[in-house]
């Protein structure tokens, strides 16, 4: 886009980054093509070289996803964006494009459990050190500092239990020490929050969850500068291919065009939701940022532009009642997905964190109790009447 192009949130999500073909369509095309064709052995000889910009191959060019990675890069407010396969191919990019054997890696005890598998199973084997810190705690961040530490990573606010950690101290705290801040920000969405402006150095996302926002295609992206995500993560992705479908890419940009309208909805809908919680005498605990009693209510204000739309609680009567409220719904799915126009429930203790022993559920804060609600876009009065089914 232009200088002279306007650059408003609400504009750039409809329209950053489209280029329209020569047939003058007016929504962004798909470009279902693996390779491109060129007008002479010298242009294709260029192109392959670098010596001229343009379409090579659809691995790492493609207009459709260039359009993605363009406009979500205007949204984050970042220079460059490479678009992936699924948030943890984003993840894994990340990491491929930017650490080396003999790196050490701080990240919060709170992220994506598969986000923790790749680095304790899969990183470790290639010498890579990490460590897991509480995420609400700066010092214990400082803490775990060392002198080979490349990149600190957290997830704001974390899933289930909706931890903040603080982006610009903790990117403050990144830099003074010559490391990188990498914020998930696969629940805010820039949205609702936008990590490059309070420092952090990258924005991984999960397209799959808002960005799509209707649960159809699985996607990821990775925001920030020209240098570490143009060239060493783009480069990454372009030798190792773990690459975004043009056709996913055309569904995420459709995505980004209702993205805000969707995450005001969402954040409504949860803040009512969270609020009627709070008054059940079966629920002894309710998890949302936007809540006074939220511990980091302060500064999800600050950091935030809304508190988004996950709700967790603990239900009275451990797993048995919790299963209770999930089995009498009618409506909500019963799935881990998040981030949808349906509403879901999920009973992490049993599924999404089953696999973690009891003592490290107790240290996560996952009690046998603990529901999480991905509140969708459905009346709220129906998902208050559904839920309330099994907490009578
Ligand atoms: C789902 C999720 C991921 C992984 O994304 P996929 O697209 O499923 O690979 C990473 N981080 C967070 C916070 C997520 O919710």
């Not at 910009?53 to 490479?82: I, K, W």
Request: charged letters at 20%; one cysteine or more; a neutral charge.
């Amino acid at each position: 886009m232009g200088s002279d192009f306007p650059q408003d949130f609400d504009t750039l999500a409809v329209r950053a980054g489209q280029v329209r073909g020569s047939e003058g369509e007016h929504a962004e095309a798909i470009y279902a093509t693996s390779s491109f064709a060129y007008g002479s052995a010298a242009e294709a000889a260029a192109r392959f070289s670098g010596a001229t910009p343009g379409n090579v191959y659809s691995r790492f060019t493609n207009p459709t996803v260039r359009t993605f990675q363009d406009r979500l890069a205007a949204l984050e407010g970042g220079a460059a964006c490479v678009a992936t396969a699924s948030g943890m191919a984003a993840i894994l990019a990340t990491c491929m494009g930017l650490l080396q054997q003999g790196d050490h890696v701080v990240c919060s005890r709170s992220v994506f459990g598969s986000t923790i598998n790749l680095f304790e199973r899969y990183l470790k084997r290639f010498g890579v050190q990490v460590d897991f810190v509480a995420q609400t705690e700066l010092s214990a961040w400082s803490a775990a500092i060392r002198p080979n530490t490349r990149l600190l990573f957290a997830e704001t606010p974390s899933n289930p239990l909706l931890e903040l950690v603080d982006i610009a101290a903790l990117a403050e705290l990144a830099h003074a020490h010559g490391a990188l801040l990498a914020i998930d920000n696969c629940l805010c969405t820039p949205a609702l929050q936008r990590p490059l402006a309070l420092g952090a150095d990258l924005v991984i996302h999960s397209a799959t969850k808002y960005l799509d926002g209707q649960g159809r295609c699985l996607g990821g992206a990775v925001v920030g500068d020209a240098e570490r995500v143009g060239k060493d993560i783009f480069g990454f992705l372009r030798s190792a291919g773990p690459s975004m479908s043009p056709f996913n890419a055309w569904v995420f940009l459709k995505g980004l065009e209702t993205l805000r309208l969707r995450m005001r909805a969402h954040c409504e809908n949860a803040q009512r939701l969270a609020l009627w919680l709070q008054g059940q005498a079966q629920v002894e605990r309710v998890y949302y940022p936007g809540l006074a009693t939220h511990l980091q209510h302060a500064l999800a204000q600050r950091q935030q532009e809304g508190f988004g739309g996950i709700v967790a609680f603990e239900v009275r009567g451990g797993q048995q009642a919790a299963w209770r409220v999930v089995d009498a719904t009618r409506m909500i799915s019963i799935t881990g997905n998040l981030g949808d126009s349906k509403s879901t429930i999920t009973h992490p203790a049993t599924t999404t964190h089953g696999r973690m022993s009891t003592a490290q559920r107790a240290e996560a804060g996952i009690s046998d109790g603990l529901l999480r609600v991905s509140v969708g876009l459905e009346s709220v009065t129906d998902i208050i009447d559904d839920l309330a089914r099994g907490l009578g």
